[in-house]
């Protein structure tokens, strides 16, 4: 800690670093509201840690600790958020806002500070893990499917300009290119869906073996392959056989002894949800991507200045999909965004060269 008097640089550090803390703290206590159990411990424990960074800074201060100065803008933000949603989109800002604390280069700041932030990168990123796993598979199809219509409908529609077709082809080219993948979304992933469930029916233990037990022939015991078969040991599989013939009066030896079917939980076919949710939301998703390509044609625009447009509004959009991955998953929003465009806009562009080569073999 600084014993002399601090500078009006330092002054202005650390006021800044008060103000930070203290809406840090804010936000885990308000994201603690929302949460119970292990979540709201966690959650309270690091806000408590933050408070006593605080009281770190006011001890440095002294009486420069007023007037309070307000947050950094990405803390504001982040208080705005934890109070109106509380939702992994918040940790995972949380979680970047951790790992970029600049303690560790501060003199003024303790290791045990710099340590705790680096701990508490950590935190929150387990914390965040929880939410992206139960997202994870809507998620992924919310994208996949708006992405998907996006480039493939701005490339068609590009493809279809550079021939040097009208405007009205070009404008039908884009819905028929929407239905027809909006369609086929639909339709692959109800097949997706539907097949996967049932292979899982397939799959799925049956209660055969309660029933066919007491008439087995105890000599030749083939209740032991059918355990042996769903992935036991030999030694769990014929203790578990003898546990459904009758043998054991007592459970001697519990490490062997596995639950019964009917007592294990069975969530894969909740997981995967159901085939025409599955369909519906992927034949929406891709239509809401597929159509921004076509608005300016739908709104009555043609020539270059309908292209541009489109591919101002598409870029927008692959930059905002981009962003949103980039911050779910930790990294950089805008160069996910970056690379979100640059994927898109490179397909556009093949797509119209190509279009301007057919038109010019076919002119």
């Known amino acids: 800690m600084t014993e002399s008097t601090p500078t009006p640089g330092q002054i202005k550090r650390w006021r800044q670093y008060l103000a930070d803390e203290r809406a840090e703290a804010s936000v885990y206590r308000d994201l603690a509201k929302r949460r119970d159990g292990e979540e709201h411990a966690i959650l309270m424990a690091l806000a408590a840690a933050e408070g006593r960074h605080e009281q770190h800074w006011l001890a440095l201060l002294g009486p420069h600790a007023t007037p309070p100065v307000r947050p950094s803008m990405r803390n504001q933000v982040l208080g705005l958020l934890a109070r109106r949603f509380g939702s992994v989109f918040v940790l995972a800002l949380a979680q970047r806002s951790e790992s970029r604390s600049p303690y560790a280069t501060d003199a003024d700041a303790t290791l045990a500070m710099a340590a705790d932030e680096s701990i508490h990168e950590e935190v929150i990123r387990g914390l965040s893990a929880r939410g992206r796993n139960r997202l994870s598979g809507s998620f992924r199809a919310a994208v996949f499917g708006a992405n998907d219509g996006l480039v493939s409908n701005l490339s068609l529609v590009m493809g279809m300009a550079?021939?040097?077709?009208?405007?009205?082809?070009?404008?039908?080219?884009?819905?028929?290119?929407?239905?027809?993948?909006?369609?086929?979304?639909?339709?692959?992933?109800?097949?997706?869906?539907?097949?996967?469930?049932?292979?899982?029916?397939?799959?799925?233990?049956?209660?055969?073996?309660?029933?066919?037990?007491?008439?087995?022939?105890?000599?030749?015991?083939?209740?032991?392959l059918v355990y042996l078969a769903r992935g036991m040991t030999?030694?769990?599989?014929?203790?578990?056989?003898?546990?459904?013939?009758?043998?054991?009066?007592?459970?001697?030896?519990?490490?062997?002894?596995?639950?019964?079917?009917?007592?294990?939980?069975?969530?894969?076919?909740?997981?995967?949800?159901?085939?025409?949710?599955?369909?519906?939301?992927s034949f929406c998703f891709f239509s809401s991507g597929a159509i921004i390509p076509i608005l300016p044609f739908l709104f009555g625009m043609t020539g270059v200045g309908a292209l541009v447009l489109a591919c101002v509004l598409v870029g927008l959009a692959l930059l905002g999909t981009g962003g949103v991955v980039g911050l779910l998953s930790g990294a950089s929003p805008f160069w996910r965004g970056v690379r979100q465009l640059g994927i898109g806009m490179g397909a556009a562009a093949a797509t119209y060269l190509l279009g301007l080569l057919f038109g010019t073999v076919v002119g």
């Open 162 to 224: 550079a021939t040097g077709v009208g405007s009205t082809v070009v404008l039908f080219a884009g819905i028929a290119g929407l239905l027809a993948g909006a369609l086929s979304m639909g339709a692959g992933e109800f097949v997706s869906v539907r097949s996967q469930r049932e292979l899982l029916d397939a799959s799925q233990p049956t209660q055969v073996t309660l029933s066919a037990a007491p008439s087995l022939d105890l000599e030749n015991n083939e209740l032991v």
């Open 234 to 281: 030999r030694e769990v599989a014929e203790h578990r056989a003898a546990e459904r013939l009758g043998k054991f009066s007592c459970d001697c030896d519990p490490s062997l002894s596995v639950p019964p079917e009917e007592s294990q939980p069975v969530d894969d076919h909740e997981t995967l949800g159901t085939a025409w949710g599955a369909a519906l939301s």
